[in-house]
T-cell receptor
Framework: KAGVTQTPRYLIKTRGQQVTLSCSPI?????VSWYQQTPGQGLQFLFEYFSETQRNKGNFPGRFSGRQFSNSRSEMNVSTLELGDSALYLC???????????FGPGTRLTVT | QKEVEQNSGPLSVPEGAIASLNCTYS??????FFWYRQYSGKSPELIMSIYSNGDKEDGRFTAQLNKASQYVSLLIRDSQPSDSATYLC???????????FGTGTRLQVFP
């Protein structure tokens, strides 16, 4: 079974721009969660989608948004990028049976 | 108080020894606990999940959960240099699907 895939793997953007990241979950998984990882803050939860609905949300500003499609693929958008948004963005998918989450390889975003 | 706390390390152990990694959590209603391994530059990899008090063994790994004391630990037997990584403890509180991570413990296994 294929794992979680994320595109793109690397991204360089300029302050003020916006960016969209994509995540395809493991086949059959309907829950997709997004995390931000930075050296200073560690892994922080952004939001979780299940059946196209946002089910949980972390403590991030409204510039961070996401959505999920009917095929469970998810996108995350960050608008008006700031230098502090430079991070590794990870998505994870999980099935219905348990809370085990499996991570994709991540998207490394650099904001200059 | 942070929701999930871990000693950042590094924890250095010789090859073949037992590495003991500890994690405490603040939410008394937490029901699901996980250990992830993250190699430098890679994404976290799930290695153990535990849901009830006691021990759960999988190969060289043993997870231990004590809900009364609010701690969960991971033992790695016969540690290998390839076990050198950051180990992340994660907790899901009952009623949510939010996975809350600790900051991780860096493990170094030296030959």
């Amino acid at each position: 079974k294929a794992g979680v895939t994320q595109t793109p793997r690397y991204l360089i953007k300029t302050r003020g721009q916006q960016v969209t990241l994509s995540c395809s979950p493991i086949s059959g998984h309907r829950s997709v969660s997004w995390y931000q990882q930075t050296p200073g803050q560690g892994l922080q939860f952004l939001f979780e989608y299940f059946s196209e609905t946002q089910r949980n949300k972390g403590n991030f500003p409204g510039r961070f948004s996401g959505r999920q499609f009917s095929n469970s693929r998810s996108e995350m958008n960050v608008s008006t990028l700031e230098l502090g948004d430079s991070a590794l963005y990870l998505c994870a998918s999980s099935g219905l049976a348990d809370y085990e989450q499996y991570f994709g390889p991540g998207t490394r975003l650099t904001v200059t | 108080q942070k929701e999930v706390e871990q000693n950042s390390g590094p924890l250095s152990v010789p090859e073949g020894a037992i590495a003991s990694l500890n994690c405490t959590y603040s939410d008394r209603v937490s029901q699901s606990f996980f250990w992830y391994r993250q190699y430098s530059g890679k994404s976290p990899e799930l290695i153990m999940s535990i849901y009830s008090n006691g021990d759960k063994e999988d190969g060289r790994f043993t997870a231990q959960l004590n809900k009364a004391s609010q701690y969960v630990s991971l033992l790695i037997r016969d540690s290998q240099p390839s076990d050198s990584a950051t180990y992340l403890c994660a907790v899901i509180a009952r009623g949510t699907d939010k996975l809350i991570f600790g900051t991780g413990t860096r493990l170094q296994v030296f030959p």
